[in-house]
């Protein structure tokens, strides 16, 4: 599947971690992670945000910090895995309208990214996007997120590479 390196997995989940925590203070917020979501546009009802924050901190303090984070990311790929494989079984059956839900957000979001249209997020497309969300990033934070999500290493994120970052 993925042939990343273990230490590379989990650079990648530290910094989408840093990106997640914006006022920098080690700890992510319900506020936080919906922040992100919706300059996504991907729309989340608070409660939902605030039980999965609340299933993740295990100090039940209504914070993640990084490693709590990081294990929280790993339930959720073991989850997608084992959800892939039910999928694959089930071919023919009908998928739910959630899902369906889901997969209209992620185009949605997609699109933002992908101004012009031509199915591939570029360098310039990805730093434009950011900004537009109030979520400027560095040169070096840009050359990592692509390192992240452009799995092919063709220098851009198409709509399979940019699903996998989010899911």
């Known amino acids: 599947m993925d042939h990343k390196s273990i230490a590379s997995q989990v650079r990648d989940l530290r910094t989408a971690f840093d990106l997640l925590d914006r006022n920098r203070d080690g700890r992510v917020t319900a506020n936080e992670l919906q ?38 990311v790993g339930r ?26 889901v997969t209209q957000d992620l185009i949605a979001a997609f699109r933002v990214f992908d101004r012009d249209g031509n199915g591939f997020i570029t360098r310039d497309e990805l730093q434009t996007a950011m900004e537009m969300i109030g979520e400027p990033l560095t040169e070096t934070q840009l050359t990592q997120l692509l390192a992240i999500a452009d799995l092919d290493q063709d220098g851009r994120i198409d709509y399979e590479e940019f699903t996998k970052l989010l899911l």
């Open 35 to 72: 922040f992100m979501l919706k300059n996504l546009g991907i729309n989340v009802r608070d409660e939902i945000i605030n039980d999965l924050i609340r299933e993740a901190s295990h100090s039940g303090n209504g914070l993640i910090n990084e490693a709590e984070f990081l294990q929280w």
């Open 76 to 101: 959720i790929q073991a989850l997608r895995d084992e959800q892939h494989q039910q999928q694959q079984q089930e071919e023919n059956a009908s998928k739910p309208d959630e899902l369906d839900d």
